[in-house]
């Protein structure tokens, strides 16, 4: 096995000494540009690793943030992680991204490996799967910042950041009603997620303001992935009367849906008026284009990170000392798909 180079190395092949190597390596104004670029040549020409076990344990930092996603093949979890790099790059710190799959057990193991990597703070969306937040303690205990995002555990004295699910939900349903629509399927996740039950709510509200009576036969519990379009829209075709007019809780599930009430000979929005949610790419691509719910994936995650990194600099002056909740704005965003007006 090769030797470890080491800093002494580097300072006997470059001829200074071995507190300067340190100093430039940790960018210190006192070192000559040039002598920085004859050491960093040298790093690069011997493969000199910085040991960051013995920087971690003089500063107690690892420079390194935890992030727990349910899946990471959702765009609108990409955009949220695109908004947390963007942020993190800007604070010199890494991101160690890892997915629940949507389970219990997985999100409970991916917190204890970030608790014994030392990540400096912890974003999490929760898995539906997730029953308590007990993993989380230890983070709680050490006084490690833990932010919840999207999917967050209401009532555990941490930060979340939302949009406004029941608004977002109510403005959807509202329009649907405008249009005309009297029968309205609404296709939502796991309603122990806060997003789905606030979302519920907000499609119950709209019905209620309007006079319309809440049929539960008309909520359709599904995984909102592509592939499940094909099995909403068997059930639709069951129902009797036939809805006109369908709320899914995202794009790319409302694409799949779309796809299959044409191939049963249903117009959108003629015979059924349809809204997504996410404003996902996926929405201006199909044919017509779909009525969405703006969610602003990007900003909630650079928001996120943001006030991780304001906590981690000034405990006292971060935002999640603060505040339990933080709530973005989001717009309906009206396209053809539910146009009948």
Same mark, same amino acid.
């Given at each position: 096995?090769?030797?470890?180079?080491?800093?002494?190395?580097?300072?006997?092949?470059?001829?200074?000494?071995?507190?300067?190597?340190?100093?430039?390596?940790?960018?210190?104004?006192?070192?000559?540009?040039?002598?920085?670029?004859?050491?960093?040549?040298?790093?690069?020409?011997?493969?000199?690793?910085?040991?960051?076990?013995?920087?971690?344990?003089?500063?107690?930092?690892?420079? =390194?943030?935890?992030?727990?996603? @349910?899946? $990471?093949?959702?765009?609108?979890?990409?955009?949220?992680? +695109? %908004?947390? #790099?963007?942020?993190?790059?800007?604070?010199?710190?890494?991101?160690?991204?890892?997915?629940?799959?949507?389970?219990?057990?997985?999100?409970?193991?991916?917190?204890?490996?970030?608790?014994?990597?030392?990540?400096?703070?912890?974003?999490?969306?929760?898995?539906?799967?997730?029953?308590?937040?007990?993993?989380?303690?230890?983070?709680?205990?050490?006084?490690?910042?833990?932010?919840?995002?999207?999917?967050?555990?209401?009532?555990?004295?941490?930060?979340?950041?939302?949009?406004?699910?029941?608004?977002?939900?109510?403005?959807?349903?509202?329009?649907?009603?405008?249009?005309?629509?009297?029968?309205?399927?609404?296709?939502?996740?796991?309603?122990?997620?806060?997003?789905?039950?606030?979302?519920?709510?907000?499609?119950?509200?709209?019905?209620?303001? =309007?006079?319309?009576?809440?049929? @539960?036969? $008309?909520?359709?519990?599904?995984?909102?992935?592509?592939? +499940? %379009?094909? #099995?909403?829209?068997?059930?639709?075709?069951?129902?009797?009367?036939?809805?006109?007019?369908?709320?899914?809780?995202?794009?790319?599930?409302?694409?799949?849906?779309?796809?299959?009430?044409?191939?049963?000979?249903?117009?959108?929005?003629?015979?059924?008026?349809?809204?997504?949610?996410?404003?996902?790419?996926?929405?201006?691509?199909?044919?017509?284009?779909?009525?969405?719910?703006?969610?602003?994936?990007?900003?909630?995650?650079?928001?996120?990170?943001?006030?991780?990194?304001?906590?981690?600099?000034?405990?006292?002056?971060?935002?999640?000392?603060?505040?339990?909740?933080?709530?973005?704005?989001?717009?309906?965003?009206?396209?053809?798909?539910?146009?009948?007006?």
């Amino acid at each position: 096995m090769e030797k470890e180079i080491t800093i002494y190395d580097i300072a006997k092949d470059v001829g200074v000494s071995p507190t300067t190597v340190s100093r430039a390596l940790n960018n210190h104004p006192a070192v000559k540009e040039k002598t920085k670029k004859k050491i960093f040549d040298a790093v690069h020409k011997m493969g000199y690793q910085s040991n960051v076990f013995a920087t971690n344990l003089r500063t107690r930092r690892t420079n =390194n943030i935890g992030v727990i996603v @349910p899946r $990471l093949n959702s765009s609108f979890q990409s955009s949220v992680i +695109a %908004g947390m #790099e963007k942020a993190a790059n800007e604070g010199g710190l890494n991101l160690i991204i890892s997915q629940s799959l949507e389970s219990f057990e997985k999100e409970k193991a991916n917190a204890n490996t970030m608790f014994n990597s030392r990540v400096d703070g912890l974003l999490v969306s929760l898995a539906s799967g997730t029953e308590n937040i007990d993993h989380y303690t230890p983070f709680l205990k050490k006084g490690i910042p833990l932010l919840f995002y999207d999917r967050i555990a209401e009532n555990s004295g941490c930060t979340g950041i939302v949009i406004d699910n029941i608004q977002a939900a109510q403005k959807a349903t509202d329009h649907l009603l405008e249009q005309g629509c009297k029968r309205i399927v609404h296709v939502l996740g796991n309603i122990n997620i806060n997003v789905y039950a606030d979302r519920l709510k907000g499609y119950k509200y709209a019905l209620l303001e =309007n006079d319309i009576t809440f049929d @539960p036969s $008309l909520i359709i519990h599904s995984d909102l992935n592509e592939e +499940a %379009g094909e #099995e909403i829209v068997r059930k639709i075709m069951k129902m009797n009367p036939l809805p006109d007019g369908l709320f899914v809780s995202n794009d790319v599930c409302a694409a799949s849906c779309i796809r299959h009430l044409k191939l049963e000979g249903i117009r959108i929005p003629e015979d059924m008026a349809v809204v997504g949610f996410n404003n996902e790419v996926i929405s201006r691509l199909v044919e017509p284009n779909i009525t969405t719910v703006d969610y602003p994936g990007y900003e909630m995650g650079e928001l996120a990170m943001k006030n991780l990194i304001k906590y981690l600099e000034n405990p006292k002056e971060g935002m999640l000392e603060k505040t339990n909740k933080i709530t973005l704005r989001s717009d309906l965003i009206i396209r053809d798909s539910s146009k009948r007006k």
